[in-house]
């Protein structure tokens, strides 16, 4: 007699029901999670993305990114999934076969593990440039040495199956929370202007195992901006709209919980309690306000001065006059008055209210590095450690830093965008429960907006950043270029694990990471004698952080190193290494 496996769910079991198809379905979807795309779980704890590139630093001083300067190999690579597209490929040939399910379910599940075979190819080629292309479940018949296609083939590979997803009809069902043809439009927008960012901006080389020839360029622009095009065009989709202050609704685009209702949202990764959590939270909120990690990310100076005022002006921070002298502030949070309200719904500033309703905490984010008396700087890094005489007595420290030491914020910022605020909500670990936005309306029009002003048009690339800015309550531009679009794209999706891919895409990460050094705004307490500290005003100054040495990005990392050990050994590596 033969037995059967008791770890394995033979054909005729897993395909048999509609129920059963989507735990397999599900399966494939999840295991994408922090790899193929980069969300919650990518890089947990101390390696979140944003903290290699000019966004943040690291605020833990015992962390990589705060002692390694050159980002190292391997970072954001290490991904070689093909026992996934394995899976994938054995689900897309047994699913037509699947002859208890109706024809709509069974294409409609071809489709959408199509999308993810589609999702899992172009989270290789950003990383890797060409590699093997197997489309069909090998056997020992088959010829297992598959050498690498070309970064070309690859980009074609997905633009076409997304094409074929399309033009199926098979994904009509389901909302954000399921692949749909506006999902498969999203990925091959932003895919196709990977595509043609690498033939702009690249260099062949390999034969083009990386690279691509740069006389594709307009071909892959002209293929990203017709796949937003069609979104935007669709009507089925608009911005964000939650509430009538600028900032908040920017703030609750990102920690709603109910992806399915979010008008912006094109994909989006669902979390559910207690089954399934996520723990932003507990490694992301601010010292008094954390459960046990908490500061993890960093915001620098280089991404506040980013964000503009709604004039429209440059968001350089007033902290000197005219003749350099410190600009003194009643309220810390003074100095942040006419920034760009994205700005307040993305970075926790000095004075900036957070839980304004929860105690013990005091409801607002209180940051100071130490207090100037006279002529004489005073700092004590031990946040429990007082200056003055009761009854007029202060800590030195706020009580969420900033220090050199320990964990606090070593920027005197910490991150916002995706914190969940909510006076019941205790940040623990694998609690948090907002979803991942994948995809989102407002990433489209800047997809659209840099191919449509690399293709020459830039009255389209206009109306489409004048949209985002007009949500955002910021001064609407006359004209647009290229720099204003990547401007936008930095400010925009400041955290959403797109800088880093961005940097990579135009080529300009080894210009922008070049033993950098960042900085951090100090906020400063003026003692006057015999007074009351609340009634003191705050001066600022802004220092290099405390990060050595500088971040820098190796050329080679344009494309990741490939493991050739093993079985892989026949395959040819990336230059550099």
């Not at 899976?87 to 379910?105: H, M, P, S, Y």
């Not at 031990?382 to 009580?399: E, Q, S, V």
């Not at 004048?466 to 647009?480: E, P």
């Amino acid at each position: 007699m033969r037995l059967q496996p008791q770890d394995l769910i033979a054909d005729n079991q897993a395909y048999a029901s509609s129920a059963a198809v989507q735990a397999l379905v599900a399966a494939l979807y999840n295991d994408l999670s922090g790899a193929g795309y980069e969300d919650f779980t990518y890089g947990q704890g101390s390696n979140y993305m944003s903290v290699w590139t000019d966004e943040a630093v690291q605020s833990y001083a015992w962390s990589d990114p705060s002692i390694i300067g050159v980002i190292p190999n391997g970072q954001f690579g290490n991904w070689w999934p093909y026992d996934l597209i394995r899976r994938q490929n054995d689900f897309i040939a047994k699913i037509v076969n699947a002859t208890n399910l109706g024809a709509a379910d069974r294409n409609q599940y071809l489709q959408e593990v199509r999308f993810l075979r589609a999702l899992t190819y172009f989270g290789l080629v950003k990383r890797y440039g060409g590699v093997p292309l197997v489309t069909k479940v090998l056997t020992t018949a088959d010829n297992l040495k598959i050498p690498r296609s070309t970064a070309q083939q690859i980009y074609d590979f997905v633009a076409s199956e997304l094409d074929d997803i399309i033009g199926s009809n098979g994904l009509q069902a389901g909302g954000p929370l399921r692949v749909t043809n506006a999902a498969a439009l999203a990925l091959k927008c932003r895919a196709m202007l990977y595509a043609a960012s690498e033939a702009k901006y690249g260099h062949v080389q390999l034969n083009g195992l990386v690279g691509i020839p740069s006389s594709m360029a307009n071909t892959y622009w002209q293929k990203a901006y017709e796949a937003a095009r069609a979104i935007i065009t669709s009507d089925k989709f608009k911005l964000f709209q939650g509430s009538s202050d600028p900032a908040k609704n920017f703030q609750l685009l990102f920690n709603g919980r109910d992806a399915a209702t979010n008008p912006e949202a094109i994909l989006a990764e669902a979390y559910s309690l207690p089954n399934r959590g996520h723990s932003f939270d507990y490694y992301n909120s601010p010292q008094s306000f954390r459960v046990d990690y908490g500061n993890s990310v960093n915001p620098v100076i280089e991404l506040v001065e980013e964000f503009e005022y709604t004039d429209g002006t440059p968001g350089k921070l007033k902290i000197v006059d005219d003749r350099g002298n410190p600009i003194r502030y009643n309220n810390p949070a003074d100095l942040f008055k006419g920034k760009d309200p994205r700005f307040f719904a993305s970075i926790q500033y000095p004075g900036a209210e957070w839980h304004a309703n929860k105690d013990p905490q005091g409801g607002y984010i209180e940051l100071r590095r130490g207090i100037v008396n006279g002529t004489d700087t005073l700092i004590n890094e031990d946040l429990t450690k007082t200056y003055g005489t009761a009854p007029y007595t202060i800590a030195f420290t706020g009580k969420d830093g900033p220090t050199t030491t320990a964990d606090p914020t070593k920027s005197g910022f910490y991150q916002k965008k995706y914190l969940i605020e909510d006076a019941n909500f205790t940040p623990n670990d694998g609690q948090s429960h907002q979803p991942w936005l994948v995809f989102r309306y407002g990433e489209v029009l800047l997809n659209f907006a840099e191919a449509a002003v690399e293709l020459g048009k830039p009255g389209d690339a206009l109306s489409a950043i004048n949209q985002i800015r007009a949500r955002a309550g910021i001064k609407l531009l006359s004209m647009v270029g290229l720099s204003q679009v990547r401007h936008e794209r930095r400010v925009e999706l400041a955290f959403e694990n797109h800088r880093y891919w961005d940097l990579r895409r135009w080529h300009i990460a080894d210009q922008v990471l070049n033993a950098t050094t960042f900085h951090a705004l100090f906020p400063w307490l003026n003692w006057k004698a015999n007074t009351n500290p609340a009634q003191m005003q705050y001066t600022f100054t802004i220092a290099p952080i405390p990060v050595k040495p500088g971040r820098t990005f190796p050329p080679r990392l344009y494309y990741e190193q490939i493991d050739v050990s093993g079985a892989n050994s026949y395959l040819a590596q990336n230059p550099g290494y």
